[in-house]
């Protein structure tokens, strides 16, 4: 009669604290046999070491093979920015690899013929490096520091600019804080920056014709220094997750509660100006940002926009929709 070969093993490992003397056990089960002739065997191996098996039970081959353990012993997870290599570990991941995750696993030469142990897995982040710090200039050259917030690089400083950067053409309202006991607007715009119409922010005519024109990555320069551009949706989501305390200063408010400036964005009350009351206002209690997100300009002065406001009694700042004709501060992110 001719012998039945079949082999089934299961690996129950037990980790010892040296991985060369680690035992896995393995328990051999005999299959298609009725249940009452089946037979299971304990057997032991060194992890990493091919084992044969062959056992027989009234006069038939029951089992025969090769056990070969894999076991993950290290999981790896790394980041390294665009254009560095990573060859930790036994991987090899040149500097050209491009951003995205990758993973992969690197196999130690076990038993031969018989094939591999699994010894390493890796989980790779190939990021765009975040390089901020440098000062940058506005069409009318003046300086801005910028800073690493949320993930981008954010001017530290709320512009200035009455000019375009990219054409040096006037910008229509780029106006200055000036209300009944503060109407200093010299000391004003050195503090808190100009305020900006959305139209003006984005570019656009002030009568709320034409449409916006983004680069090839989809970005609005506007008002910005050349290279850097209105904050997409995007951006100013990631900016609105923080604490309110952890990106405006602990000066100049009228409460500034817990306030540390600990990310560095250094945001200051500069106000607005209300273009429904004909007023600036809320200077020291509050400030906003334009984002270039919700909406197109479509000839309405009542028509919204997104802002990000930062009111003094809130903890969180909160995606607001202003008029296109209110006046805000603009920050600006630098382009990726």
Not at 268 to 294: C, F, H, K
Request: charge should be negative; include cysteine; aromatic fraction near 12%.
């Amino acid at each position: 009669m001719k012998k039945k070969t079949f082999m089934m093993i299961v690996f129950c490992v037990a980790a010892t604290a040296a991985f060369a003397q680690t035992v896995t056990d393995m328990v051999e089960t005999s299959s298609g046999f009725n249940a009452g002739s089946r037979t299971e065997y304990n057997i032991s191996a060194v992890l990493g070491q091919p084992f044969d098996a062959i056992f027989s039970e009234n006069g038939y081959e029951i089992a025969e093979g090769v056990s070969q353990a894999q076991v993950v012993t290290e999981n790896i997870t790394a980041t390294v920015n665009y254009g560095e290599a990573y060859t930790e570990h036994g991987f090899d991941y040149p500097a050209g690899t491009e951003v995205g995750t990758y993973t992969d696993s690197r196999y130690a030469v076990g038993g031969a013929q018989y094939g591999y142990d699994l010894l390493t897995k890796l989980t790779l982040d190939v990021i765009k490096a975040l390089v901020c710090g440098e000062t940058v200039y506005d069409g009318d050259h003046n300086p801005y520091a910028t800073v690493a917030v949320a993930n981008y690089c954010w001017t530290q400083e709320n512009l200035r600019a009455t000019r375009y950067a990219y054409d040096n053409t006037e910008i229509a309202n780029a106006g200055v804080y000036n209300a009944p006991g503060y109407d200093d607007e010299s000391a004003n715009e050195s503090t808190y920056g100009r305020l900006y119409t959305w139209y003006s922010a984005v570019g656009l005519p002030e009568d709320g014709s034409g449409t916006l024109v983004p680069d090839a990555n989809g970005y609005v320069q506007g008002v910005c220094p050349n290279g850097w551009h209105i904050p997409t949706a995007v951006e100013m989501a990631a900016l609105n997750a923080l604490s309110s305390e952890d990106i405006r200063t602990a000066e100049l408010w009228v409460a500034p509660n817990g306030n540390t400036n600990s990310t560095g964005f250094t945001s200051l009350p500069a106000g607005m100006y209300n273009a429904a009351t004909g007023r600036y206002e809320r200077i020291l209690m509050d400030t906003g940002y334009w984002s270039v997100a919700n909406g197109t300009a479509g000839g309405s002065e009542t028509q919204n926009f997104a802002s990000l406001q930062l009111p003094y009694y809130c903890n969180h700042p909160m995606e607001t929709p202003a008029s296109a004709s209110d006046m805000l501060s603009v920050r600006c992110v630098k382009n990726s």
